[in-house]
């Protein structure tokens, strides 16, 4: 603890230093690091101050220099490299490791292809072939039911069902302790998807809601990542 909070004092001590260059702004801090814009022509006293804090400190910087970066939060966010690498962070990632949630991948795809290429968001979703970056998943605790409702039909889901959001479907609807309930993607028809061969996914192809994608993807490109954060509620 006491290295973690000497590490963040040191840093803070490095960012008000570096906000006293001229035309400078702050973009973005967190425990070990910082993103700062400033003008070309401070780089050289960019350096001197960084140089001078890493002597008072003993501790050793580095250095990274963007093309562009794309921020909801310090916790969320795409940076476009000088050498065009990419890094990704929370609500941006594409290729989230295995244990992770993979709900809607081609959302952040979609968002990150819109700032690489400029291809915009509705034609990326609409001729994406991947239909796995389409689905979603529900999962709930073990003292919760899952239910797939559609007029008087009732399906009980498994804890764990993937999903497809559709324009033919059922609700998805969670019951909770003392039987009170709660809509998954509330608002829209969802399709699950736990067992599939190809004739499934050859018909889930036709009734894929590409504006529910659509809509998501919008509101993650201007920074918005309350849905992700919803996201994970069911999480045990």
């Known amino acids: 603890m006491s290295i973690t909070l000497n590490g963040q004092l040191q ?56 093309n562009k970066l794309i921020i909801s939060n310090c916790n969320a966010y795409i940076g476009i490299f000088s050498d065009n690498k990419v890094k990704k962070k929370g609500a941006y990632v594409t290729e989230p490791e295995l244990h992770k949630n993979h709900s809607k991948l081609v959302v952040p795809k979609a968002v990150e292809n819109y700032y690489l290429t400029g291809q915009s968001i509705e034609e990326y979703i609409r001729n994406h072939k991947d239909i796995f970056d389409f689905f979603l ?71 894929i809601n590409y504006d529910y994608y659509i809509e998501k993807a919008n509101k993650l490109l201007i920074g918005d990542t309350s849905d992700e954060t919803d996201s994970e509620e069911d999480e045990e």
């Open 11 to 66: 840093l803070s001590m490095l960012a008000e230093q570096l906000m006293d260059i001229p035309d400078s702004k702050m973009l973005m801090i967190n425990t070990d690091g910082l993103e700062i814009m400033i003008p070309r022509s401070e780089i050289d006293n960019y350096y001197k101050i960084c140089k001078s804090w890493e002597l008072k400190t003993r501790l050793s910087l580095e250095y990274a220099v963007y």
């Open 137 to 207: 998943r529900a999962k709930i605790k073990k003292d919760n039911r899952l239910l797939a409702v559609k007029d008087e039909i009732v399906i009980e889901l498994q804890r764990i069902t993937r999903y497809l959001v559709t324009t033919d479907g059922y609700m998805l609807v969670k019951i909770l302790s003392g039987d009170k309930q709660t809509a998954i993607d509330k608002g829209f028809l969802c399709t699950p998807c736990n067992y599939l061969d190809d004739s499934i996914i050859a018909e889930l192809w036709k009734n």
